[in-house]
C-alpha cells in the first residue's frame, strides 16, 4: 500500500495531479496543509472530483470529512494529545477511518495502535522535504504502521521488509512534480 502525502505547500496545478495519481491507482492521499484554514481545506477538497474524495485522509477539520465524503481524518501529534479517545472511536464507529503521526525519539508521545487505522511512523529514512529529519531505526513495527520520512520508489520495497503495511511517498513525489505519477507508479510496482 502506497500513500501520497501532499506538499505541505500549495503546488502548482496540484489539483490535477491529484487527479492524476488517483487515475492511476493512488487508493490513499493525506491531504495535509500544516497552517492551513478549514476554508482553504475546503476549496482545495472541492477541487478533488467526487470520485476520487474517498481516498482522501484530511489532516485536521474532522468537520469536513463527512460532507465530502471522504476517506477519513489524520491527527498530528499535536491534535493526537487534545482530542479524546472516545471522540477518534466514535468517528471510526461512523465508518470513517483515522491515522495518527508518531516519530518515536522526536516527540516522546506514545500512541496505542489499536486506537487507529493507521499509524504515520518515521522518518524511516533521512527526509527528503525535511533537514534535520534523520532515519531511524525501530525496534518494532506496529501492524498498521506506514512507514514516512525518505521514502523513495528505490527504498519501498526496503519499507515492506521492515514489516510496514505501507509506505507514504512525500518528497520523492513533490519535488518534481511533473514525475508525480511516474514516481507513485514505480513505488507501487516495487511495493508489490
Not at 487527479?19 to 482545495?44: C, N, V
Not at 489499536?114 to 522518518?123: C, F, T, V
Request: glycine share 10%; charged share 20%; aromatic share 12%.
Amino acid at each position: 500500500m502506497i500513500w501520497v502525502v501532499t506538499a505541505p505547500e500549495a503546488v502548482e496545478q496540484e489539483a490535477s495531479i491529484y487527479y492524476d495519481l488517483f487515475s492511476a491507482g493512488l487508493e490513499t492521499l493525506l491531504l495535509r496543509k500544516p497552517g492551513w484554514s478549514a476554508a482553504g481545506y475546503e476549496k482545495l477538497v472541492q477541487s478533488i472530483p467526487p470520485g476520487f474524495r474517498h481516498r482522501v485522509m484530511l489532516a485536521g477539520y474532522p468537520e469536513l470529512v463527512a460532507p465530502y465524503g471522504l476517506k477519513g481524518l489524520h491527527l498530528s501529534e499535536r491534535l493526537r494529545a487534545i482530542v479524546p479517545t472516545k471522540e477518534t472511536a466514535a468517528f471510526r464507529a461512523a465508518g470513517f477511518f483515522v491515522s495518527t503521526s508518531l516519530h518515536p525519539g522526536i516527540s516522546g508521545v506514545a500512541a496505542d495502535p489499536s486506537d487507529w487505522d493507521y499509524l504515520l511512523l518515521g522518518p524511516v529514512f533521512d527526509s527528503i522535504s525535511k533537514a534535520n529529519y534523520k532515519g531511524r531505526s525501530f525496534d518494532s513495527v506496529p501492524y498498521n504502521a506506514v512507514g514516512i520520512g525518505g521514502v523513495t520508489p528505490c527504498n519501498a520495497e526496503e519499507v515492506r521488509q521492515m514489516g510496514f503495511s505501507g509506505a507514504a511517498l512525500l518528497g520523492a513525489v513533490w519535488q518534481e512534480p511533473a514525475k508525480a505519477v511516474e514516481v507513485f507508479m514505480r513505488a507501487k510496482e516495487l511495493w508489490k
